[in-house]
């Protein structure tokens, strides 16, 4: 709702390109008509993995946009969301509640003020 940036690292099953870049920059188009906003992909080791920094967060919406280059996701994690990193102390399906100066960081991030 309030597009902050919301950082993924991703694996694909095939190698992603200077198009591919050009490509999320643009916005991608999905199959189903759906127009996603600009989105940041940084190509990293042998062409397989990628951060990618969206702005928005639609249903599945990272595997949708390289579904649409092609290219299948094999890996996906979240590593930050408006600024505030995983808890590297997570296991997978732990949680934990934001400190307040974490949630004072995020709607300033989304430009709520309270």
Do not use: N, W
């Not at 969206?54 to 249903?59: A, I, P, S, Y």
């Not at 595997?63 to 299948?72: D, V």
């Amino acid at each position: 709702k309030y597009h902050v940036d919301k950082v993924y690292y991703i694996r694909t099953d095939a190698p992603l390109t200077e198009e591919d870049r050009a490509a999320f920059a643009g916005g991608v188009l999905l199959a189903d008509g759906t127009e996603c906003l600009p989105a940041g992909l940084e190509l990293l080791g042998d062409g397989r993995e990628a951060l990618v920094t969206l702005h928005e967060g639609k249903f599945h919406q990272i595997k949708r946009m390289f579904l649409s280059r092609g290219k299948t996701v094999l890996y996906l994690k979240r590593l930050s969301m408006g600024g505030l990193s995983l808890d590297q102390k997570l296991g997978k399906g732990e949680y934990r509640y934001l400190t307040e100066e974490e949630v004072t960081k995020l709607r300033e991030k989304a430009g709520i003020c309270e």
